[in-house]
T-cell receptor
Framework: GAGVSQSPSNKVTEKGKDVELRCDPISGHTALYWYRQSLGQGLEFLIYFQGNSAPDKSGLPSDRFSAERTGGSVSTLTIQRTQQEDSAVYLC??????????FGPGTRLTVL | KNEVEQSPQNLTAQEGEFITINCSYS?????LHWLQQHPGGGIVSLFMLSSGKKKHGRLIATINIQEKHSSLHITASHPRDSAVYICAAPSGGGADGLTFGKGTHLIIQP
């Protein structure tokens, strides 16, 4: 079956602009995660959605970052007023609860 | 919050060698993950284990819950095993995401 998909695959934006990154999880996976992979920091957790529960936002680095998940499926990560330090690969993963996480190909964000 | 340490950071070996990558974590966990990332590629989950040992082909993962330590072994290594191997553990403290090690950059030379 289809894996986790993310769009766009690459995004170049100017400092101060807002960006939206999309994740389509595997059908039937109720858990959805956003991670960020940057050269200096490695992989870091951003936010976690599970079903209709309130999301775990403990990894979001600032209030410029937000995410939503509509209908328990597609998720959008929004970064407002982008900064150069936001440049990274943003990864989405999905899973059944407590099971192996399946990662998407990522969105490479470059903030000029 | 869980602290995850991996060693070695870099490893170069000859084809056919037995490879061991180590991972330790600070907070008790329900399961530990081993991930693989090829250069320029996506992340693939290799193992998720909570006790004992798991084997998949030439890859073996072990975990010692009491010692908070896990190892990933590769038998009969091959150049296509060259990749970054990352261990990850639940962050703990009520957070549901993973805390990642910095990864082990493995190069297998023919």
């Amino acid at each position: 079956g289809a894996g986790v998909s993310q769009s766009p695959s690459n995004k170049v934006t100017e400092k101060g602009k807002d960006v939206e990154l999309r994740c389509d999880p595997i059908s039937g996976h109720t858990a959805l995660y956003w991670y960020r992979q940057s050269l200096g920091q490695g992989l870091e957790f951003l936010i976690y959605f599970q079903g209709n529960s309130a999301p775990d936002k403990s990894g979001l680095p600032s209030d410029r970052f937000s995410a939503e998940r509509t209908g328990g499926s597609v998720s959008t990560l929004t970064i407002q007023r982008t900064q150069q330090e936001d440049s990274a690969v943003y990864l989405c993963a999905s899973s059944r609860v407590g099971d192996t996480q399946y990662f998407g190909p990522g969105t490479r964000l470059t903030v000029l | 919050k869980n602290e995850v340490e991996q060693s070695p950071q870099n490893l170069t070996a000859q084809e056919g060698e037995f490879i061991t990558i180590n991972c330790s974590y600070s907070v008790g966990i329900s399961a530990l993950h081993w991930l693989q990332q090829h250069p320029g590629g996506g992340i693939v989950s290799l193992f998720m284990l909570s006790s004992g040992k798991k084997k998949h082909g030439r890859l073996i993962a072990t975990i010692n819950i009491q010692e908070k330590h896990s190892s990933l072994h590769i038998t009969a290594s091959h150049p296509r095993d060259s990749a970054v191997y990352i261990c990850a553990a639940p962050s703990g403290g009520g957070a549901d995401g993973l805390t990642f090690g910095k990864g082990t950059h493995l190069i297998i030379q023919p």
